[in-house]
């Protein structure tokens, strides 16, 4: 019980945002209409079981004049039936891609603000292919939660609607136990129900481990999805250090996950599919097994039997219900889980931005940025800066070293608000939008236009403005290639992404640049280059850069150098 109640916990947590949405009044209009329909087709079969009786108490009296009128009722019921049918399916799609499209903003909205897609991969269990469970997992929740809601809905109705008709139809079965008469009224409602339950239980004893199993092998498959995509990404460096041996090996081995848990499904699901074929089989003839005694005892006709049979099949069905669906709940009940940790990671990344943990960045009437008493710590806690402190004046060029290791990238983290192991404060001008060249910088999809002008419009500059940038960067044989659609991050080298990135702050232009080894793929020249021209076009912008070249001081108003052991954390060069 406590399981069933934590589910349904979690279940209603990932359900009720959309339904009290501003889409809400759509959403509940698309549900009612679909819930109409599915009670109006449960009336339609009732029709339909009607229909059964009437046609075969025709047949058996052979009444030929009544036989195509018979035939005329029922084309009439299949053609409502079937628009109904129709519809039912349309609308469950359309609230179906409705639904996944709000959650799908929501959770990207929660997953890329603040940060928290970096946070969840900090922390000491970093939540695995988050792509997977917003691209996959939505959408298998989404639609498990519609039909298996909408499908438990048309087993009670159905259940509710046929149940008092097979009572009706069932009499009394009269038997003798020792010198006691006993008579059962509605046995064949009864029989259906122990039919049923046990059937169930039996399914859910068997079938109870797919909700585990499954659960693993979205995990295993997104993981091996992983590995290639991100082989992929590095084929270069993989084959500069004939690393395919490696990477094959590593291939195999979460392959060797996949199998051997899909090995494991597969034994479950035979035993599973073994006991409820044998269950819908024996469902075949059950009806007639138990309304055989009133049939052959002419309380009956024929007509009556066969409505019989369908009223019980639809009793015993509804009744079934969870057995039909229980690999299916398994493979949901798996989904609910993944989004739900996924989600409880989110609010645990957000949690560590409120939390107060981190450092304090304040808007200042100054001009420049003030560090004051900055600590910074690794995940596991290690201390990485301690006391720190140091003042950047606006137009100010600075160049940050310190041994390797020692935390300068991640001081810049702080300043970017990123990093949440860290405290202490960061005064920071009013109208802060500071601009980070990391070493390795980021390429997005799309155009060379989209890559140069990232992460603005491309339209706010003018493919005039980028052409003139990828001249002045040294990349003039890319300045007629911005409509083309390339995987940039391979097409180009390391040197020529960092050009790239150069002329993106030539382009926009920030009041606060900041260098991680920004120019460290380049040779001596081309980086003396690359830095004479944003002293030249960048005059007002204050420059902060992290580098171990020497030749780069005379670039800069003054030196700092970053020492965990020096009071202060910050010492001038």
Known sequence: MKRTRAFLRDFWQLVRPYWFSEEKNSARLLLAAIVALTLAMVYMSVQFNSWYNEFYNILQEKRKDDFLPSMGHFGMLATVFIVMFTYNVYLKQMLLIRWRRWMTGKYLDEWLGRHAYYRMQLTAEPTDNPDQRIAEDMKSFVSGALDLSLGFLDAVVTLASFVGILWGLSGSLGFTLGDSKYEIYGYMVWAAVA????????????????????????RYEADFRFGLARFRENMEGVALYRGEADE???????????????WQIMKRQKLLNFYTTSYGQIATVFPFIVGAPRYFSGAIQLGGLMQISNAFGQVQGALSWFINVYGTFAEWKATVDRLTSFQRAIVEAGRMTDSGETVRIEPSPETGIAIDALEISLPDTRKLVSGASMSLAAGERVLLTGASGSGKSTVFRVIAGIW???????????AFDPLFLPQRPYFPLGSLRDVVAYPQDPAAFGDERIRAA??????PGLAERLDDVEPWHHRLSGGEQQRVAIARALLIRPRWLFLDEATSSLDHDSESALYTLLCERLPDTAII??????????FHHRGVRLDRTAPGGFVPV
Do not use: C, M
């Not at 094959?248 to 899909?262: E, S, T």
């Open 195 to 218: 039919y049923a339950f046990i059937g169930s239980w039996l399914a859910h004893k068997l079938g109870r481990p797919l909700i585990k199993l499954n659960f693993d092998q979205q």
């Open 248 to 262: 094959l090996a590593g291939f195999r081995d979460r392959f060797a996950g996949v199998l051997k848990n899909w």
């Open 420 to 430: 949440p192991f860290a405290s202490g404060r960061i005064r920071t001008p009013s």
């Open 470 to 475: 990828l001249i002045d960067v040294g990349l």
């Open 545 to 554: 850069s992290i580098a171990h070249r020497p030749e780069l001081a005379r």
